[in-house]
């Protein structure tokens, strides 16, 4: 292990980190193809030194199918050839713990891909011995496989569609919460829970720090599959608790390094969270949850859109924080792959307040208690990218919505407001590096488009820029590191009733801070409370000097603009 790496790290480390998750298929291509790759990782390490990011979390580089990019895994023990190799992979995690980085692998265990061999084997015959390793059911009672609603439950995929494919060689439909070529995994059978265990220890031992997991509060299912809502019946089913404790006990309590374990749970409510990261359950150390990203999801779903309002959403992070203040542990984050750009959907991306709101969304999450991912090019301030029709979409579940609803008689023109309001390619767009063709992604053609505005909003003209939205991530992590009270103060919600300013106090010792961000472009008289002791406090963060002097000398928060104050006793 290289001696960058600090092996003497206390349990809980990743209380004051900060981890940077890169989507590689979109961060960057060394092989121009188009497609990002794993030597693109490599060209671009010194960025992420740059920032100043503790961890690196990888979405998935295994041998798959990419119907789902990448999170329909046929191969575990290997690297997909699009994304380059093992050894490729061996060489990132080298050169990053050479940087002092820690590299945290997606893990993909509620389903694998329908091409994975386990699933070739479970499918050649109902005797198969790995038949029980997948959901395999009969047709429901009275109705004959194959024909609509012969589905053993009424439930419907994540990716539109029923989720249940017919078998027509062995005459059982499986089960597959998203696409049919994601079949779930059966994790009542012991053998399947003792066979991720197994590939877990196995990327361990290859150096890996930890591990990101997908949907992973799906994993558990009812004993007994029936009709309803699908998304109640899977979400923390049964054994759920049961599973990540005897996971934790395989894997990761005898192990000598320090590791970082984040389950993603769709679903997920604040009590069940605070057990799932309640250290002494030994289950996960953080979870990443959904509310607020749901928060705008319509009765028809994810892609029917109904309008959020900041409050909303900051009583929805504001709880969580309180609600996990004594035990348990907060993921932070705006946006990742699933989600639509940060600065579009929750800042203001016009040109004028773009670059502030940027800022003042990252001011928020970076002072919060728990810790914040930044997902690739969010610290750029990259924005969503209005896709002129289906064909410039690549995502299946936009692509399966579309498909779906237009059979059911909806036009394009209605659905495209919804896809490109959330659709997931947003987030997918190349990182835009330079100012240059392809945005300096890739020599060759890029598989999904590159949004225009790369021409002003790049890493080459940020990286080292006073002002730029990158230099302020970078000065918020180091924040991070530097302030005890950032990393481990208790929260204090502020001002709750007021429309448009987020703020909150933070304590640790005789450290107090003060977050004031601004949630719109006109200027905020601050309620003279607020700012009681705290006019000469030290500046320890802001979007521009305008913004804290604006605070400290007269009171009033400029549109968009964010402060936070230190002081001490
Ligand atoms: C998670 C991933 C998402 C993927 C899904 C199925 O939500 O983040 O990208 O499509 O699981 O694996």
């Known amino acids: 292990m290289p001696a960058a790496l600090d092996q003497h790290l206390p ?9 940077y998750q890169i989507y590689p298929r979109s961060f ?38 990419q119907d789902d990019n990448g999170y329909d895994i046929s191969d575990y023990h290997d690297v997909d050839p699009v994304f380059g190799s093992l050894a490729d992979l061996d060489e990132v995690v080298a050169a990053l713990h050479a940087r002092g980085i ?25 005797g198969s011995d790995r038949r029980d390793w997948y959901w395999w059911r009969p047709p429901r009672e009275g109705h004959t496989g194959g024909e609509p609603g012969a589905e053993p439950t009424d439930w419907r995929s994540f990716f539109s569609g029923p989720a249940w494919t017919w078998d027509e060689a062995t005459g059982e439909y499986y089960l597959h919460l998203f696409s049919r070529k994601q079949p779930d995994l059966n994790w009542e059978n012991q053998q399947v829970r003792q066979a991720v265990y197994a590939m877990m220890r196995w990327w361990l031992a290859r150096g890996v720090d930890g591990f990101r997991m997908d949907v992973i509060n799906l994993v558990s299912k009812p004993a007994t599959l029936t009709d309803g809502d699908a998304s109640h019946a899977v979400v923390d089913g049964p054994r759920m608790h049961e599973f990540l404790h005897e996971m934790h006990q395989e894997v990761f309590a005898e192990h000598p390094r320090a590791f970082l374990t984040v389950g993603e749970m769709p679903g997920v409510d604040v009590d069940e969270a605070r057990r799932y990261t309640d250290p002494e359950r030994q289950e996960v150390d953080m979870v990443f949850q959904f509310e607020h990203v749901d928060l705008g999801i319509g009765p ?46 929750f800042g203001d991306d016009d040109p004028v307040w773009r670059e502030r709101s940027a800022k003042t969304l990252a001011t928020v999450l970076h002072t919060l208690r728990g810790t914040p991912y ?66 300096g992604f890739s020599e060759g053609e890029p598989w999904i488009g590159v949004n225009l505005n790369h021409t002003e909003i790049n890493a080459r003209a940020q990286v080292g820029v006073a002002g730029s939205v990158l230099e302020h ?88 603009e964010s402060v936070a104050l230190v002081r001490r006793g």
């Open 11 to 19: 349990r809980d480390w990743w209380t004051s980190a900060v981890v």
């Open 28 to 65: 960057a291509d060394g092989d121009g193809d188009g497609i990002g790759d794993l030597r693109g990782v490599l060209d671009h390490l010194d960025h992420l030194e740059h920032l100043g990011v503790d961890v690196v979390w990888l979405s998935p580089v295994y041998r798959s199918p």
């Open 102 to 126: 820690r590299l945290v692998m997606d893990l993909v265990v509620n389903h694998t891909s329908d091409e994975h061999a386990w699933f070739e084997e479970s499918r050649f015959s109902r």
């Open 300 to 345: 028809g779903g994810k892609f029917d859109r109904v309008p959020v309002t900041m409050p909303q959403l900051r009583e929805s992070l504001m709880r969580w924080q309180t609600g996990l203040a004594e035990r348990g542990w907060n993921s932070l984050y705006w946006d990742n792959h699933d989600q639509p750009r940060a600065v579009s959907r």
């Open 374 to 439: 930044v997902y690739q090019g969010e610290e750029l301030g990259m924005t969503n990218l209005p896709f002129a029709g289906p064909e410039e979409l690549r995502d299946i579940e936009s692509l399966n919505h579309l498909a779906e609803r237009q059979a059911g008689g909806a036009s394009v023109e209605e659905l495209l407001p919804g896809v490109r309001e959330v659709g997931r390619d947003n987030a997918r767009t190349p990182v835009q590096w330079t100012a240059g063709p392809g945005a």
């Open 473 to 560: 991530y970078r000065a918020l992590i180091a924040l991070r590191h530097d302030e005890p009270v950032v990393a481990r103060g208790g929260v204090t919600p502020l001002a709750m009733e007021h429309p448009d300013l987020w703020a909150f106090g933070r304590d640790f010792g005789d450290a107090r801070l003060l977050t004031l961000a601004s949630f719109t472009r006109e200027p905020i008289s601050l309620p003279e409370d607020l700012l009681d002791g705290w006019r000469e406090a030290d500046v320890a963060i802001s979007t521009s000097p305008e913004a804290a002097a604006g605070v400290q000398d007269g009171g009033v928060l400029l549109g968009w």
